[in-house]
């Protein structure tokens, strides 16, 4: 079961304002991402351009005021997110009770770093105006190769 994670924000008032209007809702979810053991053996000839495990982030606003909400923090040497590959990232508007999904997915690890077989974590980081800090899905995956067989380890093609 998806869980959302509800943050209430103040958007473009003040308490010298008369008449500002309830503050802006907004809901994302999933709450948090694991994609768990995450298989590179074929990589990248068999990964989808939206990366392996795609999982859907939606955001929502529930509030009454419009939202600009940006997508701050992607580590794209880990994930991809169809369409985009630099953040920040500026979805559309978001008007009271409309939303915006999209897709992310795990693209890659680091051989280099001894990233293999090692739990690799992060967040996507979302703000808003009027939002006093930031909001984060925190995200994680372990690459493996599963090779069927004796893995020495010597072909390993992640980045």
């Not at 859907?56 to 909400?69: H, P, W, Y």
């Not at 794209?76 to 559309?92: K, Y």
């Not at 999904?101 to 690890?109: D, E, N, Q, R, T």
């Not at 984060?136 to 190769?145: A, C, E, K, L």
Request: charged share 20%; aromatic share 10%; net charge negative.
């Amino acid at each position: 079961m998806l869980e959302s994670r509800l943050v209430k924000l103040v958007v473009g008032c003040s308490f010298f304002w008369a008449g500002c209007g309830k503050p802006g809702e907004l809901a994302v979810t999933p709450e948090t991402i694991d994609w768990g053991e995450v298989d590179f053996q074929g990589w990248p000839s068999d990964m989808d351009e939206g990366g392996y495990q795609q999982t859907e982030v939606a955001i929502t606003n529930l509030g009454e005021t419009d939202l600009d909400v940006i997508i701050q923090t992607v580590d794209f040497d880990h994930l991809c997110i169809e369409g985009f590959s630099v953040a920040p990232i500026a979805p559309p508007t978001l008007t009271p009770g409309t939303g915006y999904a999209f897709f992310v997915g795990v693209c890659a690890y680091s051989s280099e770093d001894g990233e293999r077989d090692q739990l690799v974590s992060g967040s996507l980081d979302f703000s808003a105006e009027g939002l006093d800090e930031s909001l984060s899905i925190p995200w994680q995956f372990t690459p493996v190769r599963n090779m069927g067989g004796s893995d020495t380890g010597d072909d390993d093609t992640g980045r």
